[in-house]
């Protein structure tokens, strides 16, 4: 029965060449369509997943009214957000972070690093619970004077030693628009997979 049905199919196929072409192309065509668009659905909704808490961590944005441009949105906000927000909302925030990137230059000896460097509130732990390879990280995030290294980066700078554990106490440099000092390594950390908004080669205290 299935062999006539296929057979009646294949012959309703060549007996209508131009209106099966047709059918045929827009079927591929929505289908193409639908899965691209459901893989780019997929991607765009699966950005900071990995993280413990992902579904409990917000990013605050800034609303601006510019005037003859009208509204714009930036992921970025002034400092005192935060503390006025935890001071107003104390029952609704458990803890909160903030970032600030630097663009800065890495010296190490004679060699020389373009990097950007974020630096982090020591509730940084709490929130992204990132895997510590070696040292302490809330230490790391607590501390004038110490840096985090993410495990590639600890690599490139001092080379892929067997044990990560040995650059726990290297000291290297970090420049930021002219201001200059020195940085102990105090923590290695491995960066989860997936899709993140965070870039973070470098963590060091916001708070010095």
């Given at each position: 029965m299935f062999k006539?049905y296929?057979?009646t199919a294949i012959?309703n196929l060549?007996?209508n060449?131009?209106?099966?072409?047709i059918n045929i192309?827009?079927?591929?065509?929505g289908?193409?369509?639908?899965?691209?668009i459901?893989?780019y659905?997929?991607?765009e909704?699966s950005?900071?997943k990995?993280?413990?808490?992902s579904?409990?961590?917000?990013?605050?944005?800034?609303?601006?009214?510019?005037?003859?441009d009208?509204f714009s949105?930036t992921?970025?906000?002034?400092?005192?957000?935060?503390?006025?927000?935890?001071?107003?909302f104390?029952?609704?925030?458990e803890?909160?972070?903030?970032?600030m990137?630097?663009?800065?230059?890495?010296?190490?000896?004679?060699?020389?690093?373009e990097e950007?460097?974020?630096r982090?509130?020591?509730?940084?732990?709490a929130m992204?619970?990132?895997e510590?390879l070696?040292?302490n990280?809330?230490?790391?995030m607590?501390e004038?004077g110490?840096?985090?290294?993410?495990?590639?980066?600890a690599l490139?700078?001092?080379?892929?030693g067997?044990?990560?554990a040995?650059?726990?106490g290297?000291?290297l440099?970090i420049s930021?628009?002219?201001?200059?000092?020195?940085y102990q390594?105090a923590a290695?950390?491995?960066?989860p997979?997936?899709?993140?908004?965070?870039d973070l080669?470098?963590?060091?205290w916001l708070d010095e």
């Amino acid at each position: 029965m299935f062999k006539n049905y296929f057979t009646t199919a294949i012959n309703n196929l060549l007996s209508n060449k131009l209106y099966s072409g047709i059918n045929i192309v827009g079927l591929a065509f929505g289908l193409a369509a639908t899965i691209l668009i459901a893989l780019y659905v997929l991607d765009e909704t699966s950005y900071d997943k990995q993280w413990q808490n992902s579904g409990r961590i917000y990013r605050v944005n800034t609303l601006r009214n510019v005037t003859g441009d009208g509204f714009s949105t930036t992921a970025s906000t002034a400092m005192p957000v935060l503390p006025a927000l935890q001071r107003f909302f104390p029952q609704a925030i458990e803890t909160g972070t903030r970032f600030m990137s630097l663009p800065s230059a890495i010296t190490l000896g004679t060699q020389r690093f373009e990097e950007t460097v974020m630096r982090a509130d020591s509730g940084f732990p709490a929130m992204f619970d990132l895997e510590t390879l070696a040292g302490n990280l809330t230490e790391a995030m607590s501390e004038p004077g110490k840096v985090a290294l993410r495990a590639d980066v600890a690599l490139r700078y001092f080379g892929g030693g067997e044990n990560i554990a040995d650059v726990i106490g290297q000291v290297l440099s970090i420049s930021s628009y002219g201001v200059s000092r020195d940085y102990q390594v105090a923590a290695v950390y491995r960066f989860p997979a997936g899709n993140t908004v965070l870039d973070l080669p470098m963590l060091t205290w916001l708070d010095e």
